[in-house]
């Protein structure tokens, strides 16, 4: 069934998903630590090297909230018994450290994704929250899933394999559903003031 490769596929990018919107909740709670991760310093072309959009906070944010949302799928899924491809593997073996290792790892190349995305759009040329489409939507995808992978052997044996591959759903979702979803999200934020720009 597509509809439980879909809800599957979402499940488990959620630590994703959560760093992704992360920053500009950890920016409402700490708003002092604005530290930029470029430092301030500016590129060959005059523009920042990252821009001021990308603090340190919201890397730290991004990476514990990940660890956070981990270890909540994978306790629920536990908890509410479902399939052993749906938490971590914890039913399998996977110990709580390395679940929350797992999730730090998505969390933080989520948002190493977006900083390395806001280098390219700076040397472009686009100003801080100016939009650039697909790339908005795709950094955080391309980087989590390159963190699932990477950070897999820390989980039970093949679970990470077994997790994106057994239902083709799992991984269509990730990538193809996730801009989608990242568009729904952002007009929301915007909606309730959360975000300066709907994109
Ligand atoms: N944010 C942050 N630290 C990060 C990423 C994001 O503090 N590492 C916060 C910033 O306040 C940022 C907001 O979350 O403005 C929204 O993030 P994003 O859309 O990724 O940044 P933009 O401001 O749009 O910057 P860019 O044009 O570089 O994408
Ligand atoms: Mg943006």
Redesign the pocket.
């Known amino acids: 069934m597509a509809w439980v490769g879909i809800l599957h596929g979402l499940w488990i990018f959620l630590p994703a998903y959560v760093a992704n919107m992360g ?2 909740f ?2 409402k709670l700490i708003p002092g630590w ?1 530290a930029p ?1 470029d430092g301030g310093r500016v590129g060959k072309d005059g523009n920042r090297i ?10 730290a ?2 990476t514990l909230l990940g660890a956070l949302t981990a270890l909540a799928v994978a306790w629920a899924a536990q908890r509410w018994n479902v399939m052993q491809s749906w938490d971590y593997g914890a039913s399998a073996g996977s110990p709580w450290w390395a679940i929350a290792i797992y999730g730090a790892a998505i969390g933080y190349m989520a ?1 190493v994704g ?2 390395v ?2 280098y390219f ?2 040397r472009l040329g ?5 939009p ?1 489409v697909p790339f ?1 939507q795709l950094d955080f995808v391309v980087f989590g899933l390159a963190a699932m992978v990477l950070a897999g052997p820390v989980l039970a044996d093949g679970w990470v394999r077994g997790a994106l591959l057994d239902d083709w759903a799992v991984l269509a979702t990730i990538v193809l559903l996730t801009p989608l979803l990242h568009f729904a999200v952002n007009i929301i934020g915007y909606g309730l003031k959360l ?3 709907p ?1």
């Open positions: 920053p500009v950890v920016a604005t991760i990252l821009g001021p959009g990308k603090t340190w906070r919201g890397l944010g991004g948002l977006d900083a995305k806001s759009k700076r686009k100003q801080r929250g100016a650039w908005d975000k300066d720009v994109w």
